[in-house]
């Protein structure tokens, strides 16, 4: 059975927020709070040619974990090139000018781990968790594969056509595939962070090499790129980088990411129809990057309103009014202008108009009768904090959020301090960016 699929994109009015990406300075005020207590471990350097390291030991830590992000995700596509970043992140695995394909993943599976990568809008991350006495193999693979790609043309042909294959099954056959890449088009347009990180049809269908030799020329230079370790490092560890990165030549400058006048939505719905037993809706409001002052309360809103039974829309949609299985909601983190973005599945025969109508009743009545409580911000930053610190207790989940604000807010420490901004919420801080951002 065919069932519709709406999209919902709603527009912030122009006395509410700019029209223009913007920098974290020009939205706002940056976060300046007390910094949560983590010691001084966390090291920061950068080398003579741009590389940036971030190491946290870890005593009683008995693997590492290590990432290498980019400064270079799909919102650095070329225009009609879109999904080259995400391409370029599968001939990644491939063969190098001094190894073969594979050689890599035989090395980490033979000591029981395996090689991980993914791409968003702001950035590419390689990263692996291994054994102390692996860490300098590992070092001298992500090394040689920065700089020395071999671009075989049997392996484009091969990894295009994977790409390919995966956005047919994850976008095209997808409902949700779908509905977010409509919902991202609709909130900024022709701004890079409208086009899908996947790329599109048409652009992977004329996809040539070329495109990608060009953005891993441009982009996967040591000054573009971020080494993460976190776990049982050892002494000597900023030497045995130095020896294997330092001599590696800079990228061209970063390209300029200038300001892109965004389109005015004005509250626009847009119904899709496609296979399916439910409804879904996607909604969407343009929001902040993750360096502005009001993105830790729009992450605790977002987790009052949504993501547990007692949340405001979960609670109301699921069980008062049983129009919905599953509500999530959840403010971006991006270098950019981000997106408050809501997500939910209606249940069967229930309209997604219906649960959109109810949606906005409930918004409308948070800014202007029933505001954010103390009680419901209190629990809200137990959560967050709870799956935060949960995720912080592995080598891996340090690595992965260090790694991140290395790359979105250009420290390692903006981590710390986003976590302290999200503990110090109030319950007037968060009504206040309701109003201002809803």
């Excluded at 650095?76 to 599968?90: I, K, R, S």
């Amino acid at each position: 059975m065919s069932r519709a699929v709406f999209f919902i994109a709603l527009a912030l009015l122009a006395t509410k927020a700019a029209d223009t990406q913007a920098s974290s300075k020009a939205e706002g005020a940056t976060m300046n709070r007390a910094q949560p207590s983590w010691g001084t471990n966390l090291i920061e350097r950068k080398l003579s040619n741009g590389l940036r390291v971030v190491i946290l030991p870890q005593p009683s830590a008995t693997t590492v974990a290590i990432h290498t992000w980019f400064d270079s995700g799909s919102a650095l596509d070329p225009p009609n090139a879109t999904g080259v970043a995400h391409l370029l992140e599968h001939l990644m695995f491939k063969s190098t000018k001094t190894r073969h394909s594979g050689q890599f993943d035989s090395f980490l599976e033979s000591h029981g781990s395996h090689a991980n990568a993914a791409t968003w809008l702001d950035w590419t991350v390689f990263h692996q968790v291994v054994l102390p006495q692996q860490v300098t193999e590992v070092l001298r693979f992500e090394a040689d594969r920065m700089q020395g790609l071999a671009w075989r043309p049997d392996e484009f042909d091969t990894e295009l056509e994977v790409v390919r294959n995966e956005r047919r099954e994850q976008v095209e056959d997808q409902p949700d595939g779908r509905s977010s890449e409509l919902l991202y088009a609709l909130a900024y347009g022709k701004d890079s962070y409208g086009h899908p990180t996947i790329g599109h049809a048409a652009d992977l269908k004329s996809m040539r090499q070329s495109a990608l030799r060009d953005h891993y020329r441009r982009h996967y230079g040591p000054n573009r790129a971020v080494v993460v370790m976190v776990g049982a490092i050892s002494q000597g560890i900023m030497e045995t980088i130095e020896a294997l990165y330092g001599e590696m030549k800079s990228s061209p400058p970063a390209p300029e990411r200038g300001a892109t006048k965004l389109p005015a939505l004005g509250g626009r719905r847009v119904k899709v129809t496609t296979k399916g037993q439910s409804d879904r809706l996607h909604m969407g409001w343009r929001s902040v990057a993750v360096t502005h002052a009001d993105h830790p309360e729009l992450t605790v809103l977002a987790e009052v309103l949504a993501n547990a039974e007692s949340a405001r829309l979960t609670e109301a949609l699921t069980r008062t009014r049983k129009l919905a299985s599953v509500v999530s909601l959840h403010q971006t983190m991006t270098q950019r202008t981000g997106l408050f973005e809501l997500q939910i599945d209606a249940l069967p025969g229930v309209s997604a108009e219906s649960v959109a109508d109810v949606v906005e009743r409930m918004i409308d009545d948070l800014l202007k009768q029933q505001a954010v409580t103390d009680v419901e911000v209190k629990a809200a930053q137990r959560r967050l904090l709870a799956r935060r610190y949960n995720t912080l207790a592995s080598a891996d989940g340090c690595a992965e959020l260090l790694g991140m604000f290395s790359i979105i807010a250009g420290s390692a420490h903006g981590a710390q301090r986003w976590i302290s901004a999200i503990e110090t919420v109030t319950a007037v801080d968060v009504q206040r960016a309701a109003r201002r951002w809803l």
